[in-house]
């Protein structure tokens, strides 16, 4: 049911202010939250928040799925102060359309100043489409993107070395498609079984199938969309490397390079294959392999060879400088709301502006200061003790103590004392200690990092024809794919690619790209580029 504000905008303006800190009986103000994580609120973190602000967090509930979460919850008639939505989610439409958050403009002209100090002229880049005005506030955005890298073929380097793959790699900085074929064939037939498991060249994630696609997309240079040469946007399918990456895929699959039993191999699955060590490489995001257990061999001695590391592979006729391996967008992660049934819209945005002050993002990223870290010469510096219990146990202590777990609202890059905000991206430089994969990881594919901010978030309106037109194209490349992989011969799949094509035509293909271009064209413009 579609909700009418009962309390518009300049009533909204008129409730009593909150200044940020205890309040002045003393009680602590609770402000709801729905967030993809339900968390705690008996941590470091948390219980500085409430010190300074004088706010308490209650989180609600998840109890399964965020997504069906959300749906349950637009149907009901309260919803928590603030709502926290994954950026690509149908839900941020779904809450905007019915009424169910509220414009955040007037707000934040008058009681946000951290807030648009931090956002600058990325408020714009989240204006929605149809009427202009700033809903949702992004979490872990960045001015402009940064070379970082994201997904790639990760594979044990010391099967690399060992093979003689290392030296080719580190003078081009990269594989191409015969070489990385020829490497795992050589393995695959070197090592047909180890640890009495037959072994897997290439492991997917089934639970994480975008990041096998996301992989092969990158060596081919395939975006989001494919882009003609007047600019316009069609879905990625038309791009004519789409077909080639189909084929390669399925080639790799009648070579016996890929696991057999792709399609059922789950996360738990997927990590106890990788880390069982017997499988060669995944395409995957680096930080989602499971790499802790591989460090270590039979007698217990680590050895950083063993693990994974992400390589990049380069398709025939495609430029390295131009691969996709590293989707990024400057609106980060998630979208963060005030409810049109919140309580009190003024001290909710004074809080959030808090969040978003310096002190703010220290305290939720770091710590509270003087527990975690002090000021040196105007700097953040952390303990002894803090980088001790880090060096120990990084993500535990972290997790422990509420660190970077309250993402309502977070930025990435460099604070005003010039160290980094985020503590994950501060601990290597502070102790000059330094993660290998990561490291590898953004020398050789940092360079294929590119922005996907103009591009998202353009699919059709949910609910509309052209929405429901793009639920099935998607469902015909969902049963489309395992046909074109296991297909028997190259023939087969390419029949079966072109059929999938002529079936999304068929299906409506040309009206929902229709609707990303009117969107991208809005979207320009609200921006105001050309």
Known sequence: MKRFLAVLL???????????????????????????????WDNMVAEAITRITG???????????????????????????????DRGAAANDNYIANGAVIPLDDLIEQYAPNIKAQLGGTLDKVRNLNDGKVYGLPSWFQDEVAPSAVFGFNLRMNYVKELGYYDTYVEQGYFTKDQFVSLLKEW?????????????????????????MYTFRGMYG????????????FSNIRDPHSKDMYLFMNELYRDGLID?????????????KCSGGYVLGAPEAYWNIANTALQYDAEGNKNDDNMMYPFMVVADGVDPAKTTYGPTSVLGW??????????????????????????????TQWGPEGVTWNYVDGKRVLTDETIDA??????????????????????SGIAQDGQYYDLNSAFPIITGSQNVVAAFANKYLGVSAYDTTSMDNLSPDSGSMEALISTKTGDIRNAAFPMILMAESEEEAAKLFDQMLADCEAAGLSQVEAIANEKYQAKMSIWNEE
């Open 10 to 40: 300049t009533a909204v303006l008129m409730l009593p202010c909150l200044v940020v800190g205890a309040a002045a009986d003393g009680e602590v103000r609770e402000i709801t939250v729905f967030f993809k994580n339900e968390l705690p």
């Open 222 to 233: 395939i975006d989001q969309y494919y882009v003609d040469e007047n600019g316009s946007l």
């Open 390 to 411: 880090l060096n120990a146990d990084f993500w535990n202590f972290l997790t422990e103590n509420g660190i970077r777990k309250y993402e309502l609202l977070f930025k």
């Open 188 to 212: 695959k037939a070197k090592y047909p079984e180890i640890n009495g498991h037959k072994t897997i060249p290439l492991c997917f994630n089934a639970d994480n199938e975008s990041a096998t």
């Open 55 to 85: 706010v308490k967090l209650s989180f609600v509930p998840v109890a399964g799925d965020a997504a069906e979460k959300l749906n349950t919850m637009l149907q009901s008639d309260t919803l928590p102060d603030i709502i926290a939505i």
């Open 260 to 272: 057999i039993d792709w399609p059922s191999c789950k996360k738990a699955l997927f990590d106890e």
């Open 334 to 363: 998630t979208y963060t709301y005030i409810s049109a049934d919140c309580k009190d819209p003024i001290a909710t945005i004074k809080f959030m502006d808090w969040l978003m002050s310096e002190e703010g993002q220290y305290v």
